[in-house]
């Protein structure tokens, strides 16, 4: 029969499983696994395909503003036919909202590839008994009940109950985030409520076996794995908007509503007024044109496009432009540990010989005790257990590295080992002292070996020892001096608890000394202590054995305990501390034990000394709101699976916060997406994390996410800046278009369309290129929710829009009753009085104080913008194109003295605005018992 998708396998003896699957030791029949692959599907995971290429295209069109501007294109291309003319005016919008459609499409039409990605973990051979024999099989084939076999270096092809295992261990990276090999073994059973990361006695599908051989069971297939509900998760979570998008929607909906309300307001007043129809027709049509910003959708993409090019000279590819500014407004990351705040390797950190506690040497000195064997270690001498010789004895150190090397299976490189990463740093840390591991196994070869298995939890190697300089320290064997061509050395590495038991000796201070029960329980407490850092230990012994007696582990010297860990990155600490005076804080969550956790989240400064760890199996029960409390106040999480760090970013989101969320494998994918903004590795990260985030990181380098935000709130402050200066414009041009009709004359949509793009875009794309704002990370992040019109900048663009269109107003009346052309002079100020608002808007201080060449691109567009605009006032077939007609140096200086006095308003509007204090939020500060 056919299992229920709910059945805890890791509960169940083998013997059940092959029961409740139907199946015996000859395998499935061929006529019922088609009957089953008929029910259960093939063994593929079915993803949904994405939005096409055409749906991409459409949606660029849901935007309000480039609806509205169609519309007027539409308009304008109608009057244009009525008047027999060519429709100037609605080509140039059509050609502006191409333009912005196309830049969103080419970059949303390389998204939503997460889920697609997961199809590069299936595996396309398996070794399957079916109908009594072994045979290869697609892996689509497979369907529960299978027998399958599997050994070093293959890919599980589906989740299966593990039923015989010789020293198997798997690398379960992709679906836990941690590069240890996972030891497995089919017995016993195990609780049913026990989590993914503890099931030993199961494969899951998308792992890989790195060591060892494997008779296993299939449990489930396709979408009913532990992979194809992850590859459900990414589908099903749906990443909010960006703050960029919110206020960029927010922003839309305003402008539209007030070109709406004005087009209504100055046709009704015009038609009070006695205005033709037509002519009313064509000041609607500016006054729509005047207040849309047409080039803002480009200058922004540019903008972000630029802060996406400057983001990758700093290790950080941004996959979706909003990503950008979304980084700078970022209250909380939460960050994976392995691989992104530690260094994703195994290093030992201390030794336990003698009497002593051995740290590597990191800054060169000479660390070493009267007998000179040292080897660069810095030596601190332990409160000694009873009896006990304080100190080293010569050769110990010596004997427990050379220990390390000899029983251990990892192959040396010239630079570290290939293996199992707790052996390599066995290798590592000898190499730092000195020992060649090649020449030093070439001495020493191997005549039997007991190999780690995880029920053991030991392992033990018998080596020749031609010339007895090892076992020297160690006495002669037990039974009696023999000759020594027929006497091996046995070493033995494994877990404390199991080591120790074995040994009935010890090297202290004076030399082999017996081991007392007072200082074997010595020894239990430094290793608990030690464990207790959240550091992995292995314990070392040794003693000679007569050849034929390679059994015996017993009467073993023990040699002395190495510490390893994951360390921490160098930089790490100090990124913890910019992102903590940046008003973010800082998550983790893993899949660790929770005293690695710890440990971590104390060195770096990520958590305070004894900070709670809340694991994976807590959060079950816990309701929304409880989760939400919960996320509040708690910077680590251990023991985490898939389905948990999903809600943990829905809690923190449901809480008002802005989320980054970092990872690498396969698990983190779901959680990358549903997140503001999901930061995946570049170098140790899977395809699915890498697809399913916004921002790879390309050195692997948490500092990186950083030094990306303080670039995002740049770009964020950037944008406030191009707001300023083009809505500012725009209100200006709307209360020159407003009151032309006064006069009985109005500018041509066309020329406000020319304003817009050159006069004001070109200028608004240098903006970008300038200089950082002081203390980006010295200020909190945005406000979530806060309207891109806050602190102050509304009252700004108002103050500046009435000042700058009452200006220009006042030279039109002085003008028309000078009979000088007043709509050229009109057009021309608007134009350079916008050019000096874009130097004035591109630094925080005064223009006398600031460099020229301080944003060399600024200095260029305006002189560009201001040769154009010359071009199309004298050159005459640009000036019938445009309905302009030159002007007289006297008119142009009076232009330029107009723009002038606008200038130097700006300007004291700045400084006004700097002595004032400004608003800001307080964002979610930790109570001092917090992290």
């Known amino acids: 029969m056919i299992p229920p998708e709910a059945t805890d396998w890791q509960a169940l003896s083998g013997p059940e499983c092959l029961r409740r699957l139907g199946v015996d030791a000859e ?52 009057l244009a036919v009525v008047d027999h003319a060519v429709p100037k005016d609605a080509i140039a919008i059509l050609l502006i909202v191409g333009l912005t459609a196309l830049l969103g499409y080419l970059q949303e039409s390389r998204a939503l590839l997460a889920l697609r990605s997961l199809l590069d973990l299936a595996q396309p051979l398996a070794r399957v008994r079916r109908d009594g024999s072994w045979q290869r099989l697609p892996g689509d084939q497979l369907v529960p009940g299978d027998l399958i076999r599997l050994e070093s270096g293959d890919r599980v092809p589906a989740d299966a109950r593990l039923l015989e295992g010789n020293d198997l261990g798997l690398q379960e990276s992709a679906l836990t985030g941690e590069a240890d090999l996972v030891s497995k073994r089919p017995e016993p059973p195990l609780a049913a409520d026990t989590p993914l990361v503890e099931r030993s006695n199961c494969l899951f599908l998308g792992t890989a076996v790195g060591r060892g051989r494997a008779l296993a069971v299939v449990t489930a297939t396709g979408m009913t794995t532990v992979l194809g509900g992850i590859a459900t998760l990414v589908h099903a979570a749906r990443p909010e908007p960006t703050p960029l998008q919110k206020r960029l929607a927010d922003l839309s909906r305003r402008l539209v509503a007030w070109a709406l309300g004005l087009v209504a307001a100055v046709v009704l007043g ?13 000041l609607a049509l500016s006054t729509a044109v005047a207040i849309v910003p047409e080039g803002l959708p480009a200058v922004i993409t540019v903008s972000l496009a630029i802060g996406t090019q400057r983001m990758v000279r700093r290790a950080a590819l941004i996959r979706h432009l909003p990503a950008v500014e979304a980084l700078g407004s970022i209250t909380v990351i939460c960050t994976d540990k392995t691989g992104t705040l530690t260094q994703n390797r195994q290093v030992v950190t201390e030794l336990r010989c003698g009497t ?25 001498e332990l409160a000694p257990p009873p009896g006990a010789m304080t100190g080293l004895s010569s050769g110990n150190l010596d004997l427990l590295l050379q220990a390390g090397v000899l029983c251990n299976d990892a192959e040396p490189r010239q630079q570290g080992g290939l293996g199992d990463p707790t052996e390599v740093a066995l290798l590592e840390i000898a190499a730092r002292a000195g020992l060649e591991a090649t020449s030093l196994r070439a001495r020493h070869g191997r005549a039997a070996e007991s190999p780690f298995r995880s029920e053991q939890r030991m392992m033990a190697v018998w ?23 027929g006497t091996l050395l046995l070493i033995a590495k494994g877990a404390p608890e199991v080591i120790l038991p074995c040994c009935d000796r010890w090297l202290d201070g004076a030399g082999v000394r017996p081991l007392s029960e007072a200082q074997r329980d010595w020894w239990l407490a430094q290793a608990r202590g030690l464990a207790a850092s959240g550091l992995r230990l292995l314990a070392f012994a040794a003693a000679p054995r007569h050849q034929g007696a390679e059994a015996g582990l017993e009467g073993l010297v023990l040699l002395g ?32 034990h929770p005293l690695t956790a710890r440990s971590i989240g104390e060195a770096i400064g990520l958590a305070e000394p004894g900070s709670p760890v809340v694991q994976g199996p807590e959060l079950e029960g816990l309701d929304a709101a409880a989760l939400e409390a919960l996320v509040r106040r708690t910077s680590l999480f251990a023991r985490v699976v898939p389905e948990q760090k999903l809600r943990i970013v829905q809690a923190l989101q449901a809480t008002g916060a802005v989320v980054a969320m970092t990872g690498d494998g396969v698990n983190d994918a779901p959680a990358l997406r549903q997140a503001h903004v999901g930061v995946a590795m570049g170098i140790s990260g899977s395809d699915v994390s890498r697809e399913a985030a916004d921002m790879v990181l390309l050195d692997d380098n948490f500092a990186s996410i950083v030094n990306a935000v303080e670039e995002g709130r740049q770009v964020y402050a950037n944008i406030r800046r191009f707001v300023r200066f083009i809505l500012g414009c725009n209100l200006g041009e709307l209360i020159t278009i407003g009151s032309a009709p006064l006069l009985g004359l109005a500018l041509t949509p066309l020329q406000i369309l020319w304003i817009n793009l050159v006069t004001d875009g070109l200028p608004a794309l240098a903006l970008a290129m300038g200089p950082p704002a002081e203390d980006l990370m010295g200020q909190p992040p945005i406000e979530p929710g806060e309207s891109i019109f806050a602190r102050g900048l ?109 200038i130097v308003y700006l300007e004291l509007e700045k400084l006004w605005s700097r002595q004032r204090p400004a608003p800001c939020w307080t964002p979610h500060r930790p109570r001092q018992h917090e992290p």
């Open 794 to 902: 509304g009252s700004a663009i108002l103050r500046i829009g009435v000042v700058f269109g009452a200006l220009v107003v006042a030279l039109m009346v002085v003008a028309a009753r000078l009979g000088r052309p007043w709509q050229t002079m009109a057009f021309t100020t608007l134009c350079l009085a916008q050019l000096g608002h874009a130097l004035s808007a591109g630094t925080d201080r005064p223009l006398w104080r600031t460099p020229l060449l301080a944003n060399p691109w600024l200095l260029g567009a305006v002189l560009v913008s201001a040769a154009l605009q010359l071009m199309l006032l004298y050159v005459a077939p640009l000036a019938r194109f445009f309905g302009v007609t030159p002007l007289t140096a006297i008119e142009l200086a009076a232009c330029g003295g107009v723009s002038l006095v606008f």
């Open 356 to 380: 002593l506690a051995l740290h590597p040497g990191e800054d060169g000195e000479d660390h070493g005790w009267a007998d000179g064997s040292h080897h660069g270690f810095r030596a601190t």
């Open 561 to 592: 305990l190495m510490a390893q860990r994951d360390p921490p990155r160098p930089e790490v600490p100090a990124a913890v501390a910019r992102c903590r005076g940046a008003g973010i804080r800082p998550v983790m969550v893993t899949g660790d």
């Open 27 to 78: 395998g499935l029949g061929g006529s019922v696994a088609a009957e089953r692959l008929a029910t259960t599907g093939p063994n593929r995971l079915h993803l949904p395909p994405g939005p096409g290429r055409w749906r991409i295209l459409l949606d660029q069109f849901s935007n309000v503003m480039l609806l509205l501007l169609l519309a007027v294109a539409a308009v304008s291309a109608a």
């Open 270 to 282: 015009g038609w009070l007024l006695g205005g033709s129809p037509l002519a009313l027709l064509e």
């Open 463 to 485: 080596l020749g020892d031609p010339d007895g300089r090892l076992r020297a320290p160690l006495g002669p064997p037990a039974s009696g001096p023999r000759a020594a061509e």
